[in-house]
């Protein structure tokens, strides 16, 4: 099984140290792909939960009044998902620093739990 990379973020102000930290996994987004606008509400993403959902309600829109066939309107449709899922961790990391939270290192872990065993233990 190959190994994924964590990039691990913890509120700058936080007495805690880093229990309250945050793994995000680098590389594509499967449910950001599938779910789209559900899967920024998820993560409490509002804004890009509402920015996904307008522009998919506007691209399908413009699609309709030009009338593209059903194939185009799939490629499309494809296309706006396949983007959702490359950025979809990028935007997850965005929305961490703008809530005050910081890089604090890269781990990797062949699962979640390996990565965030490898930080708390102070092997990275």
Same mark, same amino acid.
């Given at each position: #099984?190959?190994?994924?990379?964590? &990039? ?5 102000? !936080? ?13 594509? !987004? ?14 409490? #993403?509002?804004? &890009? ?6 522009? !998919?309600?506007?691209? !399908? ?22 983007? #959702? %899922? ?22 990797? %872990? ?15």
């Amino acid at each position: #099984m190959a190994r994924s990379i964590f &990039t691990v973020h913890a509120r700058s102000w !936080s007495p805690a140290g880093d229990g309250d930290a945050v793994f995000v996994r680098e590389g594509f !987004s499967w449910p950001a792909f599938i779910f789209g606008p559900i899967w920024a509400l998820w993560f409490g #993403m509002w804004k &890009t939960a509402i920015l996904l959902l307008v522009l !998919s309600i506007v691209v !399908s829109g413009i699609l309709v009044v030009v009338g593209i066939t059903e194939a185009g309107e799939l490629a499309v449709t494809l296309a706006l998902q396949t983007l #959702m %899922g490359l950025w979809g961790n990028d935007w997850r990391r965005y929305v961490l620093v703008r809530s005050d939270y910081l890089e604090r290192a890269v781990v990797s %872990g062949r699962k979640l739990a390996d990565a965030e065993h490898h930080y708390f233990a102070g092997t990275r």
